[in-house]
């Protein structure tokens, strides 16, 4: 069984790398590709890389449907940097004693392999299947794969690759900078990337510190497995417009994007967990159904994840209905989780508008239109909003 091994990046994957991925394929016999987007690469260190459950989706959309490939999250479940040898190592070990692992890339990779971490080791542990362009290329790619050869005893083989001249930070330009990128992506990519906005809020990314950085992609990886594919995405779109609201309002991002990454971390376990959670938390009014999840979501991220700041646990178990005395970033956290930019309910563009300069006027609409969906429901509003709502009035008038 021959089986390959594509890494990368992936932010995000184009058409470049799907025509990549399946000329190897079928030039190699593969029997399977696993597409492996890394978690943190460690050549990246100093640029903004989306969340890892961005570029996993984004992978799933173009990838999934074939079934010769799998796309795996082995690399974003792992601690650490993204070294290539780990991820042979432990892909070889997952598979059946027969198998052949390829790692698959372009041809260009033979003049960056002996800068990666342990390049004798992974030529030793794997061979390479490498896809060339033809041309001066072609010459230049064997006299290197020659050399290697010789000094390391790798094993080496190409494969025609298409000419398609295109790179992933084209596309994040293009889309950042709200011009046409559709075309340099799969169709289903190019939804993900409209629907959930990416690469819309580089600017506030890139604020964002090495420190915090690494905490909230350790923390996407703990809620990982708690969430469904659709539930992280959320999350995700929170965190990203959470530290968006933050910095405009001068509020401390790490409260901000902590918080909004966790808020639901409690909404897909079994409700009899939810509630369990939810009433340790000591607040019986928050045990309904569709609530609950805000105090189980504070004590996991307590008691599971370490958090012990009370603002930020505070605005998690919060999160559904607001709350007396809320603060800037319950606010944030709040409107954050009912306007995302992958939300669409109706008379969101006014709340997304107001929120950019004033966070009561845009919670004031917030709240008032779940005072409408509740009564179409014919539900009653939660106490806990009644106030926030009063107090919000009263605010509002003394101004
Ligand atoms: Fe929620
Ligand atoms: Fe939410």
């Not at 969430?227 to 933050?246: E, I, Q």
């Not at 669409?344 to 966070?359: G, K, Q």
């Not at 009564?375 to 806990?384: A, F, M, T, V």
Request: glycine fraction near 6%; charged fraction near 25%.
């Amino acid at each position: 069984m021959k089986i390959g091994l594509f890494g990368g990046t992936f932010d995000p994957v184009h058409l470049g790398h799907v025509a990549l991925a399946e000329a190897a394929l079928a030039a190699g016999e593969l029997d399977r590709l696993i597409i492996m987007p890394a978690g943190q690469p460690p050549h990246k260190t100093g640029q903004v890389v989306s969340m890892a459950g961005y570029r996993y989706e984004m992978c799933w959309q173009a990838f999934a449907g074939d079934p010769h490939f799998e796309v795996s999250d082995l690399e974003i479940l792992r601690a650490g940097p993204s070294y290539t040898l780990d991820t042979i190592r432990q892909t070889k070990h997952q598979l059946p004693a027969d198998a052949e692992l390829f790692l698959v890339y372009g041809s260009d990779i033979l003049n960056d392999i002996e800068k990666w971490h342990q390049p004798a080791a992974i030529m030793s542990e794997c061979a390479l299947l490498l896809g060339v362009r033809g041309g001066s290329s072609q010459s230049d790619s064997k006299a290197k794969a020659a050399d290697l050869c010789q000094r390391y005893s790798a094993r080496i083989s190409f494969f025609d690759a298409p000419k398609i001249e295109l790179s992933s930070t084209l596309v994040r330009e293009a889309a950042a900078a709200g011009h046409a990128f559709q075309s340099w992506v799969p169709e289903k990519v190019a939804r993900t990337i409209s629907k959930h906005k990416l690469y819309q809020y580089q600017s506030d990314m890139m604020a964002v510190s090495k420190p915090l950085t690494d905490q909230l992609s350790l923390l996407e990886r703990q809620i990982w497995p708690l969430l469904d594919r659709k539930r992280l995405l959320h999350s995700l779109n929170a965190t990203v417009y959470a530290l968006h609201l933050a910095r405009i309002h001068a509020v401390d991002l790490t409260q901000a994007g902590v918080a909004a990454l966790l808020h639901d971390c409690a909404k897909c376990l079994p409700r009899h967990e939810t509630q369990m959670y939810a009433r340790l938390m000591g607040d019986d009014a928050l045990l309904d159904r569709e609530l609950a999840h805000g105090p189980a979501g504070a004590w996991l991220a307590r008691e599971r994840f370490g958090v012990d700041d009370p603002a930020i646990l505070r605005a998690i178990h919060y999160h559904t209905t607001g709350s007396p005395g809320m603060t800037s970033l319950d606010k944030i956290i709040f409107i954050a989780d009912k306007v995302e930019p992958a939300r669409t309910y109706d008379n969101l563009d006014e709340i997304r508008r107001l929120v950019e300069f004033d966070l009561d006027a845009a919670l004031k609409i917030c709240l008032s239109e779940i005072d409408l969906f509740l009564k179409r429901e014919k539900l009653k509003p939660h106490p806990y909003t009644g106030i926030a709502q009063a107090e919000l009035e009263q605010r509002t008038r003394n101004k």
